[in-house]
């Protein structure tokens, strides 16, 4: 099995553990933006040290900082904060389930980006496995015991959902070309020398937000650092897989293989959170992880 493989799917377990603990942490002790921050200033230290810790043990240098590490970086990681924030929004609004499958329309909405801004051909069949994952989404647009006018589909769960699907697929490129940019043979180096670049910038553009429009989830954060610190490293552990991963593969077919935590929300919000998911809301995720799949045999 390709290596890549094997890491994106480390990567997906990971962030869906991340998820559900910052779900615990938005619909009670903190509001998005400070589970936000939950993720990033308690990841942010560890990975400086541990992978300071790698390049001594491996006698590598660092290297030059280019403007494309950069440039790719802060747009990278703006674009995952605001989807991060518009996903722990959704949890509130939305099942956890329902959730994920709205973020993870990132592989539909990278590659229609890609059409649209590079040109990238999209043959027959890659258009209509996204024509099939647009109707798994209004499946799923619509709120339970409401019909499928217009009205009923434009809701924020749905635009929320929307938006940080495509601001996690345009993270990943990001993050991609980051990594790339960085003189090094090593891909573990790469990833997080990578990661530890971004993750510092996130932490301190979301301490100067909360500083600014919150102060006082600053403090929440301390204070729910129980679970918080565990949020941290279970983002430590993802985002390294992801961006490991990214360095490995295009980021397309990352995000494809990535689509295995559909089926990890849909257990944990059964068997861990108790939700009740509707028919409609179960056909909506069949049909749209049908699309996926076969928008990895096609791509």
């Not at 932490?203 to 100067?208: G, N, P, Q, V, Y």
């Not at 593969?249 to 689509?259: L, T």
Request: charged share 10%; glycine share 10%; with cysteine.
């Amino acid at each position: 099995m390709t290596l890549w493989i094997p890491i994106t799917l480390a990567a997906a377990f990971f962030q869906t553990l991340r998820f559900m603990l910052q779900r615990q942490l938005s619909l009670g002790t903190l509001s998005a933006s400070g589970a936000t921050l939950a993720r990033f200033v308690y990841s942010a230290p560890l990975v400086a040290v541990l992978i300071s810790i790698y390049l001594w043990a491996t006698e590598q240098s660092v290297p030059v900082f280019g403007p494309a590490l950069w440039g790719f970086g802060m747009l990278g990681g703006l674009a995952q904060i605001l989807a991060t924030v518009a996903t722990v929004r959704l949890f509130q609004a939305r099942n956890f389930a329902v959730g994920i499958t709205f973020k993870k329309t990132e592989v539909m909405q990278a590659v229609l980006v890609g059409w649209v801004l590079l040109g990238d051909a999209v043959s027959g069949w890659g258009l209509m496995a996204i024509g099939l994952g647009l109707v798994g989404v209004v499946l799923l647009s619509v709120p339970p015991g409401r019909g499928f006018g217009w009205r009923d589909m434009a809701n924020p769960s749905a635009g929320l959902g929307l938006v940080a699907g495509l601001l996690f697929a345009v993270s990943g490129v990001c993050y991609r070309g980051a990594s790339l940019s960085l003189d090094l043979e090593d891909p573990l180096a790469r990833a997080g020398l990578t990661l530890a670049v971004v993750t510092a910038m996130q932490t301190i553009a979301m301490l100067i937000w909360l500083r600014w429009r919150d102060p006082g989830q600053i403090g929440a954060v301390w204070g729910a650092r129980r679970v918080a610190v565990w949020v941290g490293l279970m983002s430590m552990a993802g985002s390294f897989c992801w961006f490991t991963a990214f360095t490995l593969q295009n980021a397309a077919y990352v995000n494809a293989v990535g689509q295995v935590e559909l089926i990890l929300s849909a257990l944990a919000s059964v068997l861990v959170f108790r939700e009740a998911i509707s028919g409609r809301e179960w056909l909506g995720m069949a049909v749209l992880l049908a699309s996926i799949l076969m928008l990895i045999a096609v791509i």
